[in-house]
């Protein structure tokens, strides 16, 4: 077995018992990501030199005898949303490119302290504002699973790059599903933390009020181990909270035995797929085997989230974006005067569905239309809300399918951004909401008779700050799949390697 297919966990412990250093460890994944990577194209960036310092620096000090982190030599690769220090970071916009992060994230900063080791910064929808990982001035990032297929975004990259083996760990942006439904499309665990769980500070912000950073991992308990680095409170974020960061992975084997785990049957009537339907029913089966109680319970407000995202996240976005306007960042198109500088620089550096997330958020923020759209979506947040309150006074978690469907065709939904916006509509509730949520590959789906399988996840949503629990079920419910779905991954990443080299489809964005 190559190091890379060892699981972050198995490598960590190797590397803390002096087995491998953190440099094996990176050589093993880079040459995994020279591989398979001119087929999946998950990375705008990689960026082996200062992986190499960093891989040398947790080699030194595990040499020195001196503790390296939790992290000890793990690689991760780091959303393109993400500031690194000294590394270009695009949005993958055009209007960024060029532009260097003056200074670490508050979750890299916390990752680099525990010793995690930064491959390169992947591709995503520009400034997140996808479900496909199509909308990247940057080409398009392919499914492991199905190469002509999308794996899914805005965190699409990031969600690949752990798929096809190319890190183990990597972090993404979850403003209305972004780590979840990747992570559902490519078969792998990702985690959306509560709202003010992780500091926001050093990512670039779409919807403030919806934006969490949270990890992708191959195993539930891979991502417990990366969120208990980058959670707690940060004076930079005034939105993180002061409680104590639990140790995640400790309370992965806290017993589940008793739980009840409601079904929002306004979630169920949305799923499109029968595939995803039937996977879903039959994680239920083995939840409900775990000795959890599993019971049909209402959301009412459902049916409106995908309406209401569709302006809060669109206003709040129209108002983050004003700053790049060819003065402070990036790119400066040649202009006569200033407000043409503006004109020019925002029209050649913003690809489309960025344009149109500004038009609409800049409209429904507009004095004569301000009451109709955003005060009324605002309201019907705080009703959203209310219904999750509910539903949690009498059920310990809320259960779903992550997506109504599997991954997609590239091209499939790109010029329909009603259908694209579809494929949000069972994460939405949760960004709305503030609340947890976990993926957790469930089954597979084969929409296409002559395709491949692709993967389906299982939403796991908690109460605010109770990630515990939702990552103890998960973990529970992946023990219980885990010999059907881990030969499935490796199977999977072995074919990877003989299939051919695929062009980088850069769409015209403009
Ligand atoms: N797909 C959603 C959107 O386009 C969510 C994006 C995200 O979570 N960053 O806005």
């Known amino acids: 077995m190559e190091i890379w297919e060892l699981g972050a966990k198995n490598i960590r412990e190797q590397v803390l018992r002096k087995e491998i250093s953190a440099q094996e460890v990176l050589d093993s994944f880079l040459a995994r990501t020279a591989e398979v990577e001119p087929k999946i194209h998950a990375y705008i960036e990689l960026i082996e030199p200062q992986a190499r310092l960093d891989a040398a620096r947790v080699d030194a000090l595990i040499m020195r005898g001196e503790d390296p982190g939790p992290l000890a030599g793990l690689p991760v690769a780091l959303k393109d949303n993400l500031n690194l220090k000294g590394v270009q970071c695009t949005c993958a916009s055009r209007i960024l490119e060029g532009y260097i992060s003056p200074y670490d994230a508050t979750a890299v900063k916390k990752l680099r302290k525990a010793g995690a080791v930064f491959t390169g910064k992947?591709?995503?929808?520009?400034?997140?504002?996808?479900?496909?990982?199509?909308?990247?001035?940057?080409?398009?990032?392919?499914?492991?699973?199905?190469?002509?297929?999308?794996?899914?975004?805005?965190?699409?990259?990031?969600?690949?790059?752990?798929?096809?083996?190319?890190?183990?760990?990597?972090?993404?942006?979850?403003?209305?599903?972004?780590i979840r439904q990747p992570a559902s499309f490519t078969g792998v665990c990702g985690l959306k933390p509560t709202y003010g769980r992780v500091s926001r500070y050093g990512l670039v912000a779409f919807g403030s009020s919806l934006d969490q950073i949270g990890p992708f991992g191959n195993s539930v308990w891979d991502c417990a181990l990366a969120l208990e680095a980058i959670a707690g409170e940060d004076p930079r974020d005034g939105t993180t909270s002061k409680r104590p960061v639990p140790r995640y992975t400790e309370g992965l084997k806290r017993p589940v035995k008793g739980l009840v785990a409601g079904v929002p049957r306004e979630m169920m009537e949305l799923v499109t797929d029968p595939g995803v339907r039937r996977e879903f029913e039959r994680a239920l089966k083995i939840i409900s085997d775990l000795g959890v109680t599993v019971v049909e319970t209402s959301l009412p407000t459902t049916e409106y989230c995908l309406d209401v995202y569709y302006i809060i996240a669109p206003s709040e976005a129209s108002s983050n974006l004003a700053r790049f306007d060819g003065v402070r960042y990036g790119r400066r198109a040649k202009a006569r005067d200033l407000d043409e500088m503006y004109y020019e620089t925002r029209g050649q550096g913003f690809g489309i569905e960025v344009q149109r997330r500004i038009m609409l958020g800049t409209f429904a923020l507009s004095a004569g239309y301000y009451d109709a759209y955003y005060l009324r979506a605002a309201r019907i947040r705080t009703l959203v809300r209310r219904d999750f309150d509910k539903a949690f006074a009498a059920h310990d978690v809320l259960l779903s399918p992550t997506a109504p469907m599997v991954a997609f065709k590239i091209g499939e939904r790109v010029d329909d951004p009603l259908a694209m916006y579809a494929a949000d509509v069972l994460t939405v509730p949760?960004?709305?909401?503030?609340?947890?949520?976990?993926?957790?590959?469930?089954?597979?789906?084969?929409?296409?008779?002559?395709?491949?399988?692709?993967?389906?996840?299982?939403?796991?949503?908690?109460?605010?700050?109770?990630?515990?629990?939702?990552?103890?079920?998960?973990?529970?419910?992946?023990?219980?799949?885990?010999?059907?779905?881990?030969?499935?991954?490796?199977?999977?990443?072995?074919?990877?390697?003989?299939?051919?080299?695929?062009?980088?489809?850069?769409?015209?964005?403009?």
């Not at 183990?168 to 403003?175: A, E, N, V």
């Open 122 to 178: 992947t591709n995503c929808d520009e400034f997140a504002m996808g479900s496909s990982t199509e909308n990247s001035a940057f080409g398009v990032t392919r499914n492991p699973w199905d190469l002509q297929r999308v794996p899914g975004g805005s965190s699409g990259g990031s969600a690949a790059a752990v798929a096809a083996g190319m890190a183990p760990l990597s972090l993404g942006s979850d403003t209305g599903g972004s």
């Open 430 to 510: 949760v960004n709305l909401a503030g609340i947890p949520a976990l993926s957790v590959p469930c089954g597979f789906s084969r929409p296409d008779e002559s395709g491949p399988e692709l993967p389906c996840g299982l939403q796991i949503m908690g109460k605010p700050y109770d990630e515990e629990t939702v990552l103890a079920l998960g973990y529970a419910f992946e023990e219980a799949c885990s010999d059907w779905f881990v030969p499935k991954t490796a199977a999977m990443r072995k074919s990877l390697s003989s299939q051919e080299e695929c062009e980088v489809v850069v769409r015209d964005t403009i």
